[in-house]
């Protein structure tokens, strides 16, 4: 057997062409070798290169057309936004051409065309620290991006990205801005999912069942509560946390535990040491986990109603019943 031949150095680290590998004077027999992969026609990567989405479109990029960008649910995936699984189940990347051209086609592509009133694309810069690899990846505007993704998403899935797109430290739109959705004269498929979404985005969340346990409290009919407000220990003036829910009047808050907490002996730690100051300042703590959200979320709203209750809260109105999240 003939030793395989090796590929240029700047072709082992980055997708290229198949036109280029061959200009390189690369065989064509070894553009068929199986280290290599074929994500999109006329494209060719080494197997060890990339992996995740943001590798799969800069793969793309070696075959996009000028002024083509990356929309809908691969615009979100690419800023890092919390997608639920059922609509990250498809494996081809949406991309879309500029108003008048004919929307893209082929092999891993859904292809779209941007309306004619569009806002301008915008590149989005991606750092792989595995690799050291800085690239940029054309995508549509972070409010082109909700429009789009309101005839994908459930409506409690549109408030958890639209809650992560205006929180964090560096947000990609103002809730300010975002709400100019609601007066746009253009009309959109899944516009009235929009309308009903914007109102009940906030800024504080911190991750996607954080938000979907915000709209079930809500939903159920419990007072609406507070993110990431910082508790105090009121005797030392002492910052304890920032607990995800909170409701300052009735000094009662809800953290919700995800994988870390349970795989991490640090965190698991520190939880307790946390949980231990809240009851010393006075706080009632509970905690909630992926069962409670997408599982059976009334147990836990019928907890937190009785905790609020003995603190304060009266209401005459009964719970109402609430579904589980969608995965």
Not at 269 to 274: A, E, F, G, K
Request: charged share 25%; glycine share 8%; proline share 7%.
């Amino acid at each position: 057997m003939c030793p395989r031949a090796e590929l240029p150095a700047e072709l082992e680290n980055l997708p290229f062409t198949r036109r280029a590998a061959l200009q390189q004077g690369v065989p064509r027999r070894r553009l068929s070798a199986d280290d290599l992969t074929h994500p999109f026609h006329g494209v060719r990567a080494h197997r060890n290169v990339g992996g995740d989405i943001r590798w799969l479109c800069r793969a793309y990029c070696e075959r996009m057309r000028a002024g083509n960008c990356f929309s809908h649910t691969t615009a979100a995936a690419i800023r890092g936004l919390p997608l639920p699984a059922y609509a990250t189940a498809d494996a081809a990347i949406h991309v879309a051409s500029p108003p008048g051209r004919r929307a893209p086609e082929g092999r891993g592509i859904i292809g779209h065309r941007l309306s004619v009133d569009a806002e301008p694309v915008s590149d989005h810069l991606h750092f792989d620290h595995r690799r050291g690899e800085m690239f940029a990846l054309p995508v549509v505007s972070p409010r082109t991006m909700f429009a789009q993704l309101t005839a994908v998403l459930a409506p409690d899935d549109l408030v958890a990205i639209g809650d992560a797109m205006v929180g964090g430290e560096k947000p990609l739109i103002s809730i300010a801005d975002l709400m100019q959705l609601k007066d746009s004269r253009r009309g959109w498929k899944g516009r009235g999912n929009a309308v009903a979404a914007l109102e009940q985005i906030r800024r504080g969340s911190r991750s996607r069942p954080e938000s979907l346990l915000r709209l079930q409290i809500i939903r159920a009919g419990l007072p609406e509560p507070e993110l990431n407000l910082e508790v105090f220990d009121d005797t030392t003036g002492v910052a304890i946390a920032r607990p995800d829910l909170a409701w300052p009047r009735y000094r009662a808050l809800v953290e919700y535990e995800g994988d870390l907490h349970r795989t991490s002996r640090g965190k698991f730690r520190s939880d307790i040491s946390r949980f231990e100051r809240y009851s010393d300042a006075d706080w009632s703590s509970m905690r909630a986990h992926a069962g409670d959200v997408f599982g059976d979320p009334n147990p836990l709203i019928e907890r937190i109603a009785r905790r609020l209750r003995a603190r304060g809260w009266t209401s005459s109105v009964a719970l109402r019943h609430v579904h589980a999240a969608i995965p």
